[in-house]
């Protein structure tokens, strides 16, 4: 049973992420700076009375997941390129995953046509006790009948309070032994297709570099400044992902950085790498969060 004050959490977080990726319309433009979006939205998410629930992805073209800016990044969207806004925001933990692609160029707009037909589909069909085996298949169907490829190692996710992946994943093509997987009441799922043309290899590979991390150990280190940063980004960001960006405060604590590093070494912290289409070709992305009820499943963002 869903309370109340939860079903109204996911609502407010929700709000906040719609209301990102409305202001992403309004900025997202050639020429301008990565870091300048990513602070955009995420102050519209606090402005909305939420927390990023993980840094504002910015992908361009062939890179179709977790990348953001770092605070040193210069880079600026370039012309003739298609971008993925991908923004989270949580209320109290619990989380409202979001994202569209923005197309700045003359092509490519039945590719982004097919990932946002895919996820309005899913949210014709989707009720509470729904395989996701069916929820893949309508994707998978869907964005093939535009010619184009899924994703097929990018899915969609379960998610629970301050817990932005968990439990089982959501794929963008049908796998028979998902039939018996099923999307109960309870929980939130983050429903994202991916698709790529048809040249393209259909999977992504990871790079290092995105600027995006997350604690993975549940103690610290015993003693000194690593011990200190971790305890500092426990509070901050419980185990929900984050940047250094949000860690400017310490960028002139001359142990930070060594510390930072300390961390990520010893496998205190990991890094997300971000996601590149195996052939280089362009990705287009879609998602919306569904939180489902006992007789009901309400669309959240």
């Known amino acids: 049973m869903v309370s109340d004050e939860v079903i109204e959490a ?43 629930a993980f840094p504002c992805n910015i992908c361009i073209n ?12 210069r880079t600026i969207i370039p012309d003739n390129c298609i971008v993925k806004v991908d923004v989270g925001a ?31 589909n899913v949210s014709n069909d989707i009720e509470t006790g729904i395989s996701v085996m069916k929820i893949s298949t309508i994707i998978e169907k869907t964005i093939k009948s535009y010619g184009f490829k899924p994703i097929r190692n990018l899915c969609g996710h379960q998610m629970d309070r301050y817990k932005l992946h968990t439990g089982f994943a959501i794929p963008n093509v049908k796998q028979v032994k998902d039939v018996f997987t099923k999307l109960y009441p309870g929980y939130a799922y983050a429903i994202e297709p991916f698709a790529t043309i ?29 011990r200190s940063l971790f305890l500092t980004i426990q509070r901050r960001f419980n185990y929900l992902p984050f940047t250094r960006r949000w860690l400017s405060d310490f960028r002139d604590n001359p142990s930070y950085s060594k510390a930072f590093y300390q961390l990520l070494d ?18 287009a992305q879609w998602e919306h969060t569904f939180l489902i009820l006992e007789k009901e499943v309400i669309r959240v963002t």
């Open 62 to 73: 062939e890179v179709a997941a977790h990348y953001t800016a770092d605070e040193n990044t």
């Open 266 to 283: 010893r496998g205190y912290i990991t890094e997300y790498p971000y996601m590149v289409e195996g052939n280089g070709k362009p990705v």
């Open 198 to 226: 048809d040249s393209g290899k259909g999977e992504v590979n990871g790079v290092r570099g995105g600027n995006i991390f997350k604690l993975v150990s549940p103690r610290p280190p015993k003693m000194g400044a690593a």
């Open 10 to 52: 996911y609502r407010r977080a929700g709000e906040a992420a719609r209301a990102a990726i409305n202001r992403a319309f309004e900025i997202v433009r050639a020429g301008v700076s990565i870091k300048d979006v990513c602070d955009d939205l995420e102050r519209k998410i606090i402005e909305f009375g939420c927390k990023p």
């Open 90 to 120: 949580h209320y109290d933990g619990y989380i409202a995953d979001a994202a569209v692609t923005i197309n700045l160029s003359s092509e490519h707009e039945d590719l982004i046509k097919s990932v946002r037909e895919a996820i309005d």
